[in-house]
């Protein structure tokens, strides 16, 4: 595991966020590198399920490959992945999404915890998680199983957050192992492999 | 955390002993929810869990029920209803009479829905509306017909966001807390338990709505309940999933057309 980490191997990288995130994506993205060779699955807090139309607006920001998840997709390298508004988004071990309409979790569906710690059973410690701006506690329990499955967590850095309450909660709740600004996010996923 | 292992032995029990068969559910879902339940009940291990499972019959049923997702709301997805009100009910309206069937329609808010759609095109008298779901404990609430109070203003936006004309209030009386929606709705509602991993087909339909039900099956159950929808469908009948759901790659997928954007395919031979 310690091995891992240290050569940032990663099979799949999960970014999650709240109010204030997409912001911080939109910068994001235009920064990867084209053929990334993971998977990028993005769990994002968002109203209601009739804007569809997120997901043209991230692919616009970046030459990867990028769409709304349904269910039952295969989980492809290279391809970054939206979680669908109003469901909540697991992996199976054979690699493939799939989707869940059961209660909110900290009022939020799809729930940052409730993906990241479905892929932490997955991936293990092939596992990078980054948290983003946001205004409540999704995200905390997640990056801890994370952790605790031997994968790499990171959050924004709160003074950069246009709410810093969902990493600084983070933060204070776990000892994650980056605190980057955007810049720094972009450079890190890039050296990934 | 509990091992995989420890969930087949769990899933295994279950069939032997209550002939309910959860093997080829998504596992992960699955997996969450035996968790969140272990710790809603206060188990202090799974093995308690397992225990209880196995040698209490009358929790059986809070399992079952905690196990399938019940959540469910009126008119959701708006656009979805103001599809099947403006190309699919004037359709149906043609047949003398309609047969629709709710599969997996749990606390039953969708079949309602469908009712009220079906009393504005003046096609209620002569539809019957079949709402099935595994979980006995869900459907008496479908009988009943009374839903949150604290709900309808939300479900009233949606409904007047799929075309709905009328005043929602209207529908259903308010007492104590709850909506109450009227006997003539419920009256045309037939309410039975059908499990779609073991049950067959037991009629012939004009429309079929399963939303959000097969997103927790695998890849081949869904395609064994599809295939049931296919046989339970007369020619030229209806069929419409969840948003994120698809009949793409499945068996099936050659014998059906999609209508437009929602997810609604008609049968075509």
Redesign the interface.
């Known amino acids: 595991m310690e091995e891992n980490q240290l050569k940032n191997t990663c099979e799949l990288l999960l970014i999650g966020g709240s109010a204030g995130s997409l912001e911080v994506l939109f910068k994001l993205l235009p920064l990867l590198r084209a053929g990334l060779g993971f998977p990028v699955v993005l769990v994002l807090h968002r109203r209601n399920s009739a804007d569809s139309s997120l997901s043209d607006l991230l692919a616009s920001k970046t030459p990867n490959p990028t769409r709304e998840v349904e269910d039952k997709d295969p989980v492809i390298p290279g391809t970054i992945y939206l979680a669908p508004a109003d469901y909540h988004l697991l992996i199976e071990h054979e690699r493939t999404f799939s989707l869940d309409y059961s209660e909110k979790i900290h009022f939020s569906r799809p729930s940052i915890d409730v993906t990241f710690e479905s892929a932490a059973e997955v991936y293990g410690s092939r596992l990078v998680a980054i948290l983003l701006s946001g205004a409540n506690e999704d995200g905390s329990e997640g990056l801890a199983a994370v952790k605790q499955a031997g994968g790499i967590t990171a959050v924004q850095n709160p003074d950069t957050a246009q709410m810093p309450f969902m990493p600084h909660y983070a933060m204070t709740h776990l000892h994650v192992d980056y605190v980057f600004d955007t810049i720094q996010m972009a450079s890190f996923i890039n050296e990934l492999e | 955390m509990i091992e995989e292992e420890n969930i087949d032995l769990l899933l295994n029990d279950l069939f032997d002993i209550y002939g309910y068969d959860f093997t080829r559910y998504?596992?992960?879902?699955l997996?969450?929810?035996v968790v969140r339940l272990c710790s809603l009940d206060k188990f202090p291990s799974f093995a308690e869990l397992r225990y209880r499972v196995r040698n209490d019959p009358s929790y059986l049923k809070r399992f079952v029920e905690e196990i399938t997702?019940n959540?469910?709301e009126m008119f959701r997805?708006p656009?979805f209803y103001k599809s099947l009100r403006e190309e699919v009910l004037p359709v149906l309206g043609t047949k003398p009479f309609i047969r629709i069937w709710h599969a997996g329609c749990s606390t039953g808010e969708e079949v309602y829905s469908m009712a009220i759609l079906l009393k504005e095109a003046n096609l209620l008298r002569r539809s019957l509306l079949y709402a099935t779901d595994l979980n006995p404990g869900v459907l008496e609430k479908v009988r009943k017909g009374i839903f949150p109070l604290g709900l309808m203003k939300q479900y009233s936006e949606s409904y007047i966001a799929s075309g709905g004309t009328h005043d929602f209030s209207g529908y259903y009386t308010a007492q104590y807390g709850q909506a109450k929606f009227d006997n003539e709705l419920s009256e045309k509602i037939i309410i039975s338990t059908h499990n779609l991993v073991s049950d067959s087909s037991f009629n012939e339909f004009d429309l079929i709505l399963c939303r959000?039900v097969?997103?927790?099956f695998?890849?081949d159950l869904?395609d064994r309940v599809l295939k049931l929808f296919d046989a339970s469908l007369g020619t030229l009948g209806y069929l419409a999933l969840?948003?994120?759901?698809?009949l793409k790659f499945s068996a099936i997928q050659n014998k059906f057309k999609q209508l437009n954007r929602e997810k609604i395919w008609k049968k075509i031979n």
């Not at chain 2, 998504?26 to 879902?29: K, T, V």
């Open positions: 998504s596992r992960a879902s997996k969450r929810r997702v959540v469910t997805d656009s959000n097969l997103i927790y695998d890849k869904q969840g948003t994120k759901e698809t």
